[in-house]
């Protein structure tokens, strides 16, 4: 079974910047789609940034132009760039990797922003 592991979280003032990763044990091509999600305490888990095995991205509005998805195919590696932090950032982030055999998570990375 293929496993996803996060690390780069931790506690940034607003306004800076996090960069976290997501390595596969396994081929990264083996997903079509890879991505981050993160979930705040008391709310739903959210979709904040994908990329598709065809270099497509998607994101949330609200990191739109502050977030970037992207991934090293040689290193079995995702990445997402979180700049110009906000307290509202603060979660849990996830990385997700979507096979034919359906979606597999990581254990997930704690960001917290203070303000």
């Known amino acids: 079974q293929v496993q996803l592991v996060e690390s780069g979280g931790g506690l940034v003032q607003a306004g800076g910047s996090l960069r976290l990763s997501c390595t596969t044990s396994?081929?990264?091509?083996?997903?079509?789609?890879m991505g981050w999600y993160r979930q705040a305490p008391g709310k739903q888990r959210e979709m904040v940034a994908r990329?598709?095995?065809?270099?497509?991205?998607i994101s949330l509005d609200s990191v739109k132009g502050r977030f970037t998805i992207s991934s090293n195919n040689a290193k079995n590696t995702v990445y997402l760039q979180m700049d110009s932090l906000k307290p509202e950032d603060t979660a849990v982030y996830y990385c997700?990797?979507?096979?034919?055999?359906?979606?597999?998570w990581g254990r997930g990375t704690q960001v917290t922003v203070s303000s």
């Open positions: 990329v598709s095995s065809s270099g497509s991205t």
């Open positions: 997700s990797g979507e096979r034919n055999t359906g979606p597999s």
């Open positions: 396994g081929s990264i091509f083996s997903f079509y789609v």
